[in-house]
């Protein structure tokens, strides 16, 4: 089966406090995996995906494959950064392939 | 920079109409998706489209949901006849060639049966 799980509903840390958030997914073949973002009243938006291998806002996500894990990693949390954040996976690259997504992990950043 | 847009962002209709959601894709993309979001719930992938089919549809995409391209610009989802747990959040996305899976999300619209 294809899943997505976000263990975490709400991640609440201080401003310059490190940030994990957690993404464990289940898919036998080479998934494509993706972080979303949602700020307050806004559109889903990509965060990053695993194939660029970027850092977007100071964010980071490895994909392991033996863990089958995709966390999301950021060394300095910033007050800005509160939102919902999506995990997401494509069934396999290329084309027009739908994304499952975890249920969310909304970060609260505190002053 | 060129965004998905969705009208109406709220629509309240009694159980057993008809509804029409609609979505302007960014211009270039030529694959288009429905998802919704069910109040406390995930997103859920509803149907994907490209050249002016469905190339896959979900469990919940029954016969009462259909999708549309009628102009070459506008995506429409239409609910023939609505029921209560048809109440969510309904998100279209578009993608462009070359960027895999990469889709681009509209604001939603906020659809509620009573």
């Known amino acids: 089966a294809q899943r997505v799980t976000q263990p975490e509903k709400l991640l609440s840390v201080f401003k310059g406090a490190p940030v994990e958030l957690k993404c464990n997914y289940s898919?036998?073949?080479?998934?494509?995996l993706f972080w979303y973002v949602q700020y307050s009243r806004q559109r889903l938006q990509l965060l990053l995906r695993?194939?660029s291998r970027e850092s977007i806002k100071g964010f980071t996500a490895d994909l392991n494959k033996g863990e089958t894990s995709f966390h999301l990693k950021k060394p300095f949390a910033q007050e800005e950064d509160s939102a919902m954040y999506y995990c997401a996976l494509a069934p396999s690259y290329g084309g027009y392939n739908k994304l499952i997504f975890g249920a969310g992990t909304r970060l609260a950043v505190h002053p | 920079e060129p965004e998905v847009t969705q009208t109406p962002s709220h629509q309240v209709t009694q159980m057993g109409q008809e509804v029409i959601l609609r979505c302007v894709p960014i211009s270039n993309h030529l694959y288009f998706y429905w998802y919704r979001q069910i109040l406390g719930q995930k997103v859920e992938f509803l149907v994907s489209?490209?050249?002016?089919?469905?190339?896959?549809k979900s469990e919940i995409f029954d016969d009462q949901f259909s999708v549309e391209r009628p102009d070459g610009s506008n995506f429409t989802l239409k609910i023939r006849s609505t029921k209560l747990e048809d109440s969510a959040m309904y998100f279209c996305a578009s993608g462009q060639p070359g960027q895999g899976e990469t889709q681009y999300f509209g604001p939603g619209t906020r659809l509620l049966v009573l």
């Open positions: 489209f490209y050249n002016n089919e469905i190339s896959e």
């Open positions: 695993h194939i």
């Open positions: 898919y036998s073949g080479s998934p494509e």
